[in-house]
């Protein structure tokens, strides 16, 4: 280590400090006010609950994604005694603990995310632009969409792990490059094996361990791949062991025919809850392509051809690259401010973080999901078996596995494939259902054959929606209003 980098590394090295402390704020305070209750975030929380309840890892005949999502996240619950640990009641603050405890789980997935995008830019960048993309990460607005109990944020975790290791095997050597590789592999192995569309990372992180390779590249490539397969081979592989092989086949085609919004919506999305971080993403790939960094073109180009080519997005689906947003970003700030006055670039990288608090901190002390709380405990103290619950898959797990209500539909698009084998139905109508009523003859059915007994309004049009940072907002609609029916 020359005298430079000597004087470098004592200038920076607790430096990683900074991002992690802001990320820790961001990520993990208000872990279940903000953002709302998502229809996703009841489905990935009831697979796990149905896991924990010893009735293994699928659920039904339906295959849509893998299973890891569920194994992680039952597994930390049970480690935590979840839920009989927490003492539930049906009110409103005990049914908000039930959603933050997996909320702080996401939160700590995403401080972990914050260094690993710290280390992985220091080992290809130098840790003085280290510090720019994950302090951009910590703070920057759209990165509240990592606090979402998604499998998105899940896999995040592992599949930076597959980048760091792949970057420390290019300067390993023997018995511990080999170790270094299958890491890399596993770590990625299990990203897909969380959720399917992290495969157009392989071109990245072959890449990575290809041209860290002096000799043996084929040999040291096929290595890294055998746990690159063989972990999402679980999937299939179990649902053959359980007589469902042809369920797996025909979702997994449906899977890829799915319609909704497109990639230009996503993108708008982006630009409505992030316009800083896209623009200076979006220049940082241009000064990219200009010097033909591979690292950053392999890591946007490949997932941004998927993203427009499925017929299928939603706006968390960016997630796996806004760490690349901000690297591509932390580059740029830093080539264009790293000239002679010496506290320019430290000048760029306090207002940066400074504008993505005051940008974020707005959202992340907002309460947002009251009335879905509050909707929750009401129709959890309601006491009648003779009455079918049908809600959204955000409140019919705390129903089902929690308080082990009899007669609860997983999910109110039930409706459309079984009867209701009660006289009366108690139906929470949230925006979600709201959206979807239009989708069959059952679910209007049983909007109009109900009538409202209680409704609970949140915050969400508190905020003034066109204007930034509330702009994020919009996608935080579920938990606006909340209506509570009964069967006439």
Not at 97 to 103: F, N
Not at 137 to 151: E, G, H, N, S
Not at 410 to 424: A, G, I, Q, S, W
Request: charged share 15%; net charge neutral.
């Amino acid at each position: 280590m020359d005298l430079a980098s000597k004087e470098a590394y004592k200038t920076f090295r607790w430096a990683i400090l900074i991002p992690i402390a802001l990320s820790s704020f961001i990520h993990l305070w208000n872990p279940a006010g903000f953002p709302d209750i998502f229809y996703d975030e009841g489905v990935y929380m009831r697979r796990a609950m149905h896991l924990l309840e010893g009735m293994g890892p699928q659920e039904g005949t339906f295959y849509d994604h893998p299973y890891f999502g569920q194994l992680l996240l039952s597994g930390f619950l049970g480690a935590t005694g979840y839920p009989g640990s927490l003492d539930p009641s049906p009110t409103s603050q005990s049914i908000e603990s039930l959603y933050a405890v997996p909320r702080v789980l996401m939160g700590i997935f995403a401080v972990v995310d914050t260094f690993l995008i710290y280390k992985i830019s220091e080992k290809r960048y130098g840790s003085r632009v280290a510090l720019i993309p994950s302090i951009l990460f910590a703070v920057m607005p759209i990165t509240w969409l990592t606090r979402r109990i998604l499998l998105d944020s899940i896999l995040l975790p592992f599949f930076l792990a597959s980048i760091l290791f792949a970057l420390y095997a290019g300067n390993a050597t023997g018995s511990k490059k080999i170790a270094m590789v299958l890491i890399s592999g596993f770590f990625l192995g299990t990203a897909i094996f969380t959720k399917i569309p992290v495969f157009t990372m392989i071109p990245l992180i072959s890449y990575l361990i290809y041209s860290g390779s002096a000799k043996n590249r084929p040999k040291i490539l096929g290595l890294w791949f055998i746990p690159v397969i063989l972990m999402p081979m679980i999937w299939p592989a179990y649902s053959a062991s359980i007589g469902q092989f042809d369920f797996w086949m025909r979702d997994v085609v449906w899977q890829t025919q799915r319609q909704s919004d497109r990639f230009p919506t996503i993108v708008r999305g982006f630009f409505l809850y992030d316009p800083v971080l896209l623009v200076l993403g979006i220049a940082g790939f241009i000064y990219a392509a200009i010097k033909r960094q591979l690292f950053i073109l392999l890591w946007i180009v490949p997932f941004v051809i998927f993203l427009s080519a499925i017929g299928y997005v939603q706006y968390f689906y960016w997630i796996p690259v806004l760490p690349v947003f901000c690297i591509a970003a932390g580059q740029l700030v830093d080539r264009a401010t790293h000239v002679k006055q010496r506290l320019l670039p430290y000048a760029t990288i306090a207002g940066l973080g400074i504008f993505g608090l005051a940008s974020t901190i707005p959202l992340v002390i907002a309460d947002v999901t009251s009335a879905q709380f509050d909707a929750a405990a009401f129709v959890a103290d309601y006491d009648d078996n003779e009455t079918t619950i049908v809600s959204s898959p955000d409140y019919s797990w705390i129903f089902m596995y929690v308080f082990d209500k009899e007669h609860v539909f997983t999910d109110y698009r039930d409706l459309l494939f079984y009867p209701v084998e009660t006289d009366k139905i108690i139906l929470i109508s949230d925006q979600h259902f709201q959206y979807d009523v239009g989708a069959g003859k059952q679910l209007r059915d049983a909007y109009n054959n109900t009538r409202p007994i209680e409704t609970f309004s949140g915050n969400v049009y508190n905020f003034d929606l066109s204007r930034y940072p509330y702009t994020s907002m919009a996608a935080n609609y579920e938990g606006s209003k909340v209506e509570v029916r009964i069967s006439n």
